[in-house]
């Protein structure tokens, strides 16, 4: 059943225009950005907060292990974070609706190489806060502030242009 919602969210949201309007609130941000997460690799708690300051940009890249199209950005977000990690960029695989053990075994599989951080809240915080209606969706963050910048939503070829254009934005030299 998840496989064939997975599905059809994927080719939903392969279609749906970015949003653009109905942005969270200042509080909706303060909330996500102050919310206790999990970090996959070592089950330190971490908050988006704790990195303000540190990244020229922060990529958010909001996914789960049944959902088919964002497991087919995984490898994508891998090349950026591996190309463009060391410029000033935080990638960031916020999983939304996994289990513990689902989200361990996909980032195994996946060989996903950039952090990871588990939201195990029922509805998601995140999701609610931020106001992800589906995933994948990335969501680009200047670093300094930690001020939305762009968002895309589902699985686009343009999306990464889009996110290049706001990382030179943000000061990252891209190639």
Same mark, same amino acid.
């Given at each position: 059943m998840k496989i064939l919602a997975a599905l059809a969210l994927g080719i939903y949201t392969s279609f749906m225009a970015t949003p653009q309007e109905n942005l969270?609130? =200042?509080?909706?941000?303060?909330? *996500?950005?102050?919310?206790?997460?999990?970090? =996959? @690799?070592? @089950?330190? +708690? $971490? /908050?988006?907060?704790?990195?303000? %300051? /540190?990244?020229?940009?922060?990529? !958010?890249? =909001?996914? *789960?292990?049944?959902? #088919?199209?964002?497991?087919?950005?995984?490898? +994508? $977000?891998?090349?950026?974070? =591996?190309?463009? %990690?060391?410029? #000033?960029?935080?990638? !960031?695989?916020?999983? $939304?609706?996994?289990?513990? *053990? *689902?989200?361990?075994?996909? !980032?195994? &599989?996946?060989? !996903?190489?950039?952090?990871?951080?588990?939201? &195990?809240? +029922? #509805? &998601?915080?995140m999701m609610q806060n931020l106001k992800i209606p589906a995933i994948p969706m990335a969501i680009v963050l200047d670093g300094t502030t930690l001020k939305e910048k762009g968002r895309f939503l589902g699985n686009r070829p343009a999306h990464k242009e889009g996110q290049l254009k706001l990382l030179a934005e943000l000061g990252v030299e891209v190639d």
């Open positions: 969270p609130t =200042a509080d909706q941000y303060q909330t *996500a950005w102050n919310h206790a997460l999990v970090n =996959a @690799k070592d @089950k330190q +708690e $971490v /908050r988006i907060v704790d990195f303000k %300051g /540190r990244y020229k940009a922060i990529v !958010i890249d =909001a996914f *789960a292990s049944w959902c #088919g199209p964002c497991q087919a950005l995984i490898p +994508e $977000v891998n090349a950026m974070h =591996a190309q463009y %990690g060391k410029k #000033g960029v935080l990638f !960031i695989g916020l999983n $939304v609706q996994d289990e513990w *053990a *689902a989200m361990q075994k996909n !980032i195994d &599989s996946k060989s !996903i190489q950039y952090l990871v951080l588990h939201d &195990s809240t +029922e #509805g &998601s915080v």
